[in-house]
């Protein structure tokens, strides 16, 4: 996924899944869920309110269409 995103974003892995950073304050989290032989990928923007509901239409929507080109 690193490659899909480029340079400008640190993907570090958290527990079942991972985090993507690209500053302070735009970041999303990567949840893996796995039940029943299926995985489900949810992908959510972080930080404080204001910020997380930029970012679900930013970073989030990013992370969201590297990870179905993969």
């Known amino acids: 996924m690193q490659s899909k995103l480029g340079s ?3 993907v570090t892995q958290r527990g079942n899944g991972l ?3 690209q500053s302070a ?3 999303a989290t990567v949840r893996l869920v ?3 032989g299926t ?4 992908v959510h923007g972080g ?6 509901l930029i970012n ?5 929507k990013k992370v969201a269409s ?3 080109e993969i």
């Not at 995985?39 to 949810?42: A, C, L």
Request: net charge positive.
């Open 8 to 10: 400008r974003y640190e």
């Open 19 to 21: 985090k993507v950073k």
């Open 25 to 27: 304050a735009s970041t």
């Open 34 to 36: 796995s039940s029943a």
């Open 39 to 42: 995985t489900v990928i949810h």
């Open 47 to 52: 930080g404080l309110l204001i910020s997380r």
């Open 56 to 60: 679900e239409f930013g970073i989030a």
């Open 66 to 68: 590297a990870i179905q």
